[in-house]
């Protein structure tokens, strides 16, 4: 049975930092490339970040380019996106998905298999 769980989310103020966990189970995480999603209340679920299975590519969508950081640890079957320079903006639920479709992420239909999702919300 694959299992995603993501962590780390929180309250933040604006110009913080949070750093989110995804700790993936019963696959074989180093095959799959892993994303971020997140989702407003009342909107879309929206793409983050991507990384493929080995970590050498990695690609963000434009509201969070320069800001957030995802990576992986193949050995630890985990991934993170690092959040800095939070925005109010960037609050959300968050979560993290993996796909076993080679090369980048951008979609959430490609993906196989989600996590619950952690809340994030950035508020003074």
């Known amino acids: 049975q694959v299992q995603l769980v993501e962590s780390g989310g929180g309250l933040v103020q604006p110009g913080g930092s949070l750093r989110l966990s995804c700790a993936a189970s019963g696959l074989t995480f180093s095959r799959y490339t892993m994303g971020w999603f997140r989702q407003a209340p009342g909107q879309e679920r929206e793409f983050v970040a991507t990384?493929?299975?080995?970590?050498?590519?990695?690609s963000y969508a434009d509201s969070v380019k320069g800001r957030f950081t995802i990576s992986r640890d193949n050995a630890k079957n985990t991934d993170y996106l690092q959040m800095n320079s939070l925005k109010p903006e960037d609050t959300a639920v968050y979560y993290c998905?993996?796909?076993?479709?080679?090369?980048?992420?951008?979609?959430?239909?490609?993906?196989?298999?989600w996590g619950q999702g952690t809340q994030v919300t950035v508020s003074s």
């Open positions: 998905a993996a796909t076993k479709d080679y090369g980048l992420g951008y979609n959430f239909y490609q993906y196989d298999y």
């Open positions: 990384i493929t299975w080995g970590g050498g590519s990695t």
